[in-house]
Each structure stands twice: as C-alpha cells, then as structure tokens.
C-alpha cells in the first residue's frame, strides 16, 4: 500500500511493519533476541556479504543476522523516525551520547578539525573537548549569536581552516534557547569542502525535533538525537538517533556494528510507542509552556527569561534565524531568577509537583539548576559568556494542567527572599 502521502503523524501507526509477518499482531512485537536463525547456510553466506558490503548485492538489503547488526523493531524504527525529517535513512542508538560520538568517530580522523558551537549539551562539550583531542582531532568552537564573518575569522585564526571536517551545531542551545543559523553552517562547510572530502554539518536537534526545526532542509547533511528525551518522552528510557542520507547513514550504522552502540529489542519496542503520541505530547507540552513563560514575565522575582517566543524582543537577528528555521516556540524554557544561587536553590527546594532533576522532554514538568547540574564541567569564564549564572533555573514543561503548573512556580518563588524587586526584562 502507498502510504507516502500520509502525514508522519498517520505513519507511527503502521509505517514499515507488517502483521502476517507476525502472527497477525496489531503491535510489532519486541524481537527479544540475539540472533537469527538462516534458512540454509547460502542465505548466511549472502547474508554477510551484504552486511560487509561485498561485491555482488548492490541494492539489496541484508536479512536478520544478529541483533547488533539488525533487529524487526530496531529497523521498524528507524523507518519510522527518518519520517519526520525527511531524511532517507535513520540509524538508532542505546544513547544519545552514543549517536553522537558514533556519529563523530564515523566521519572525523587524526588532524581533522570540529567547528562546534558553545554552549553545547554538557556531556557533548566533554566528549569534544576531553576525548576526541585525544585522538589528534582538532576542535574549534563558536558560540551561537555570532555572524558568519565571525565564525569564520575563528576558523581561519586557528591556522587549520584548510582541514576542517565537520561543523557540529546545537539549536536552541541548551539551556539558553541562543539560536544558530543553520543554512549559514551549511554555506561555510560548503565554502571548505572541495573533491577530497566533503564537510559535512551535524545538528543536534533534542530540543525541537522531529517535530518543529528539520535541519536537513536548512541545508544540514545529519541531524541527531537524544530520543531519551521528547522522542521516548516518558522519562523512562535512554536512546539516541542519527538521521540524514542513505550513504552517510550507512557509514555510520558500519560503525556502530563494531562499536555495539545500536539500540535493544525492548527499547525500540518502548519507543515505537512513544511515537504514536509524540506530536500529541509535544503540542501539549508548548502550549502549557506558552502559559508558564507569560506567568513569568509578570513575575516581580524573575529577571530574565530565555524561551523562544520571546526571541525577537531586541535581537533581529535571531528573529531571522527564528523566523527561518522553528515551526513553534518548543517546550522549554529558562528564567535567571531574581539574586543569585540561594534564591534559585530556594525555589527548587520549595516546588511541589514539579520534580528537581534532569533531563527533559518527558510528560511531566522538571526542573533544574544548570550551573551545577548540567552545565558544572563547563569553565567558569565559559558560562559567564553563555549566560548561564547561578541564577539560571532550567524548566522541561510537560503535558499537566497548566493552572496546576502555575500554581506550583508560583508558590515556590513566594518562598524567595529577594531584597528589591525589579520588572522582568526579555532576550
Ligand atoms: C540529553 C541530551 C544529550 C545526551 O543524550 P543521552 O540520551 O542522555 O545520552 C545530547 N544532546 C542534548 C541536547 C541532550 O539534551
């Protein structure tokens, strides 16, 4: 049946599973399994020619061989999440930490150089900064908010723009919202690549993917994921997700099976689920963040909130950016509270129903404190430049009741001791 004109929301219903394939099951089962069984040992033999990419099978696609290589649920999956980005192939990860550094090691060697943007994921700008200069890769970050000539005079100051290989983006950065022009990555990987090697831009897109930035039609070659967050959505597993072409999706899964990286059986299972309901969650929970962040803005004790509705109240230019590249205004949202750590802390001692961790994306609402939490291996001079101060509290809005959420922040900033109280002020 042609389903290609159904809307990705229709697919996660059905797209890529067949039930007479499975007893007749509604639901793909979970293939908890290790292995696969051949039906002679010629399909075996064919099996891992195509699995190592022999002559011979161009344009046919391995069978079941073992559960790191391939998997009913893992590929079902992948067919699924591919979807929402338009993307031709998708790979999934037991992490997104492992899709990212899978995805890094598959495409960078020895002396090339990462342009990357700051700040990024706190775990992203460890593996970057700690592990792949251990393996003589060069890193050279940006921050989001700088121009094109900026980034570039950053580039060519390091002496090595010549090796650039990659240029690897997160946006809205975490935890500030800061936006990073997509397509002007893409003009400057273009700008660098010539017939030996092709820069390639990456963008990680957990805070507003699948659902509300496409990356790949802004000019990105691969766009990654955290499916620990809105993409599984329920705060119960971790998983991760590369998307992009056929080919660079291929490198990356050759990589994976010798890294052991991919996902298990039950969490594809548990994800596939997931996607039946994302874009339901996903609108609910920005509809309920809209609310929040307006409360907000009245309140006498915030200082500054840093959502993206209120992105162009004094900055074009990441209007434009805005404007350009986000379908809506997302789910999260952070606020520098009015003093300084003690009052944050004060607040997130004192919330009832919202809950004191990390992470995000998920049904319900959390919060947390990104300048020890999150962000704490960041150096001190770096956050300063990002804005992320120890009065910053970080809000992951979920799918309750708004008024309840409301009244939650409300109570807990009237439990703040704040010597004067000033109006709040927009980015
Ligand atoms: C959580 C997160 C990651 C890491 O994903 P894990 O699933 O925890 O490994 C990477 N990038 C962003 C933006 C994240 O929020």
């Known amino acids: 049946m042609d389903r290609s004109h159904f809307s990705p929301e229709t697919q996660m219903l ?32 064919s099996f891992f020619e195509m699995a190592y990419g022999r002559p011979g099978h161009e344009g046919e696609v391995p069978g079941l061989i073992y559960s790191r290589i391939n998997n009913p649920g893992m590929e079902i999956l992948e067919e699924r999440l591919k979807l929402w980005d338009g993307g031709e192939a998708c790979a999934a990860f037991s992490s997104g930490m492992s899709a990212i550094a899978t995805t890094l090691f598959t495409f960078l060697s020895p002396g090339d150089v990462l342009l990357y943007s700051n700040p990024v994921y706190g775990g992203t700008h460890k593996f970057i900064n700690n592990i792949l200069t251990q393996f003589g890769i060069e890193v050279i970050g940006f921050r989001a908010g700088q121009s ?13 723009a010549g090796k650039l ?4 983006v997160e946006t809205p950065a975490n935890p500030t919202n800061d936006l990073i022009d997509i397509a002007l990555c893409s003009e400057i990987a273009k700008k660098y690549s010539d017939v030996e090697k092709n820069v390639l831009v990456a963008v990680d897109n ?15 070659d691969l766009v990654l994921y955290s499916a620990t967050k809105y993409i ?31 996902i298990d059986p039950h969490t594809s299972w548990l994800l596939l689920r997931s996607l039946e309901t994302l874009k339901l969650r996903m609108e609910a929970a920005a509809m309920n963040a809209e609310k ?23 900055n074009p230019v990441q209007q434009d950016i805005y404007e350009k590249q986000y379908l809506s205004n997302g789910a999260m949202l ?41 962000h704490v291996d960041i150096p001190d001079e770096e956050k300063e430049l990002y804005h992320i101060s120890p009065k910053m509290i970080r809000l ?7 008024q309840d959420l409301i009244w939650d922040i409300s109570q807990a900033l009237e439990k703040v001791q704040v010597p004067l109280a000033k109006p709040a002020e927009f980015i």
């Open 148 to 160: 094109k000539k900026e980034v570039e005079e950053i580039l060519v100051q390091s002496g090595h």
């Open 334 to 374: 952070s606020f520098d509270i009015l003093g300084g750590e003690k009052q944050a802390f004060t607040f997130l001692n004192n919330l009832r129903h919202i809950k004191l961790a990390v992470s995000l994306g998920g049904t319900e609402s959390l919060a947390e404190h990104p300048a020890t939490m999150t």
């Open 14 to 45: 059905g797209y890529g599973y067949e039930p007479a394939l499975s007893e007749g099951s509604v639901k793909c089962p979970i293939f908890q399994t290790s292995t696969f069984v051949f039906h002679s040992a010629e399909e075996g033999k």
């Open 232 to 262: 599984g959505g329920h705060s119960d597993v971790i998983a991760g997700a590369a998307v992009g072409s056929g080919e660079l999706i291929s490198k990356i899964k050759k990589t994976r099976t010798f890294f052991g990286t991919m």
């Open 396 to 402: 992951s809005i979920g799918v309750e009741n708004y």
């Open 206 to 220: 957990t805070y507003m993917g699948p659902l509300w930035q496409h990356p790949l039609k802004h000019g990105a």
């Open 165 to 168: 290989k990659m240029i690897y």
């Open 292 to 314: 929040v962040a307006d409360f907000l803005s009245a309140h006498p004790r915030v200082e500054k909130i840093y959502y993206l509705g209120y992105t162009g109240k004094n």
